[in-house]
């Protein structure tokens, strides 16, 4: 069984690039076969954000538009997610 959840693959190789990114069943990601480590100097370029591909996993935004569109007239903005960290800002708004 394929324990892979997700695969990119370059078509060209590049001295300054990855030509394959692997993500897993358990949310691990690898760069040409070699787990990613924040630590790594090959790796300090790269920021990779975890919580993301759990709330794809889960739906939660998907779930949120649907309840929102149900109780929305026409013409109204909806915000589905709003968060603010020091690091991260990322807002999700609809117009019905």
């Known amino acids: 069984m394929n324990e892979d959840k997700l695969i990119?693959?370059?078509l060209k190789k590049k001295a300054h690039n990855f030509s394959e990114l692997r993500v897993d069943n358990q949310g691990r990601i690898y760069f040409d076969g070699e787990l990613f480590d924040e630590s790594?100097?090959?790796?300090?370029?790269?920021?990779v954000s975890r919580e993301r591909y759990r709330r794809i996993e889960t739906g939660e935004e998907t779930r949120k538009?649907?309840?929102?569109?149900?109780?929305?007239k026409k013409?109204?903005?909806e915000i589905i997610t709003d968060i603010n960290t020091d690091n991260r800002s990322q807002k999700t708004t609809i117009i019905f």
């Open 8 to 10: 990119i693959a370059s």
């Open 40 to 47: 790594n100097p090959k790796h300090n370029k790269i920021a």
């Open 65 to 72: 538009m649907q309840e929102a569109s149900k109780k929305a």
């Open 75 to 77: 013409g109204t903005v």
